[in-house]
């Protein structure tokens, strides 16, 4: 029989377990369950998740590890109760509170420098100080403060208070560079020293669950999605999900003081420069209820209407944008006259503006990628796929669809087990390439570029 290994990916929407063979990655079952929608959430729920899709399955696991929504602020008391529902990452309550911070510890070049980002409203930094203005009493009961994957780490058994330094990087208070908390940091934004978790190695064993399986000490969602994918240096993974990603795995650590760029570390001991939009697959489902159709209608349209969609463009800030760091803005169509006004053209503008801003992040990354990796549950899409290569002006490969940051999780676990990080087959994947069109990007630029005038008059 095979030892079986268990990863849990718990996303800002769902919980999901994967159970893999230790040696060789295959998956030999594999469930889900649904969390509240929302900007906050009482952590019992993504406990509950799992419980509901772990049912039967991490039981026969050997090992255990979870990837989690990065930044997001789980409090807890002295005796380990929830303070408040935790703040989740989309949740832009404290961008002033950002700006602030920003400010009074020297500015972006400063923060770029040590913590390797500058911080924006979903870093947990950003919201210990939004916690300690706005509600002091939760604030005053607070004695440790958490990211999702370490609290679900502590509830799965004996490790105690623990995460990995790729989830840490993403606080505002922890130096990539370094290896280390920032407590000045922490204090600056919550007026006092709170307890953190100690920061593992990476691929270590940190505890046990009841059932006597090893627990490691799990990541980030995009740190594990990097490990499940086994990225390569000069690989650009594009992730379409609830937020849009552009990440790569480099040896060296990023430094970029215009707050593009945050500067993470990855699960392995390397660094993880990453580009988030906060828009990407929710751009096509506005899009459809806006045309009366379904993702299938909506991709079968976009790809009748031609690149450039007529010269009708979406800059697609639907829910504010991180990239650029506009989280009080809208989505703006722009173009529209009597001969361009079609569905298909709409279709087309919604396709493209979401592939723009993420071929946007990808520049920020620097260098010309050697292969664009596309995952997400909005890379299933036909439009999306077939655009793609016109777009970011590469081929571009999509890997069978797959739940590649619970596999990350999954593949951390069988390195704990082990000792040694299994060197897994990667996902067969299909490539798509096609001939680029500058029209999509350049009217995606001019109007970016035009909006950011409006909101700086």
Request: net charge negative; proline share 7%.
């Amino acid at each position: 029989m095979p030892v079986l290994v268990a990863g849990v990916d718990s996303s800002t929407q769902s919980t999901k377990v994967v159970l893999c063979e230790a040696e060789t990655g295959k998956v030999v079952a594999q469930a889900a369950a649904p969390h509240p929608s929302g900007t906050s959430c009482p952590p019992e729920a993504w406990w509950t998740a799992l419980s509901r899709a772990g049912k039967d399955l991490l039981e026969r696991a050997a090992a255990v590890a979870v990837a989690g929504q990065q930044h997001g602020m789980v409090v807890v008391d002295d005796e380990g109760e929830v303070v408040r529902n935790a703040l989740l990452w989309n949740d832009t309550r404290s961008a002033p509170h950002a700006r602030s911070l920003i400010t009074e510890l020297g500015g972006p070049a400063a923060w770029a420098r040590t913590t390797g980002s500058v911080p924006t409203a979903s870093f947990t930094v950003t919201k210990l100080r939004w916690l300690a203005e706005h509600e002091p009493a939760n604030a005053a009961r607070t004695a440790a403060v958490l990211l999702p994957h370490d609290w679900l780490t502590w509830k799965l058994g004996s490790a105690g208070y623990v995460t990995d330094r790729g989830d840490a990087s993403g606080t505002g208070y922890y130096s990539p560079a370094d290896g280390t908390w920032l407590p000045t940091h922490l204090e600056a934004a919550f007026g006092r020293t709170a307890r953190l978790p100690r920061v593992a190695a990476p691929g270590a064993a940190v505890g046990e669950t009841p059932w006597g399986a090893i627990l490691a000490p799990g990541t980030g969602d995009n740190m594990g999605a990097a490990l499940g994918l086994g990225l390569r240096p000069g690989d650009v993974a594009v992730s379409l999900g609830t937020s849009g990603t552009a990440f790569t795995v480099s040896e060296n650590g990023s430094v970029d003081p215009s707050g593009a760029v945050a500067g993470f570390a990855d699960a392995t001991g390397r660094f993880l420069p990453l580009v988030c939009t906060m828009n990407a697959a929710r751009v096509l489902t506005a899009a459809t209820s806006l045309l009366g159709t379904d993702l299938h209608g909506l991709s079968a349209l976009a790809l009748s209407a031609p690149p450039g969609a007529e010269g009708l463009t979406l800059l697609p800030y639907l829910d504010g944008e991180r990239t650029p760091n506009r989280p009080d803005a809208n989505g703006v169509l722009r173009g529209l006259t009597s001969s361009n006004a079609t569905r298909a053209n709409l279709a087309r503008a919604a396709v493209e503006g979401m592939l723009a801003g993420l071929a946007e992040a990808v520049n920020h990354l620097g260098g010309t990628p050697q292969r664009v990796i596309l995952i997400g549950g909005a890379a299933s899409n036909e439009a999306v796929r077939l655009i793609a290569p016109e777009v970011f002006g590469v081929p571009v490969t999509v890997p069978r669809a797959a739940e590649y940051v619970a596999l990350g999780a999954a593949r951390q676990a069988a390195w704990a087990l082990t000792g040694d990080l299994p060197d897994w087959a990667a996902a067969p994947g299909e490539t798509f390439s096609g001939t680029s069109q500058p029209v999509i990007r350049q009217q995606y630029r001019t109007l970016r570029d035009e909006t950011e005038k409006w909101s700086a008059q």
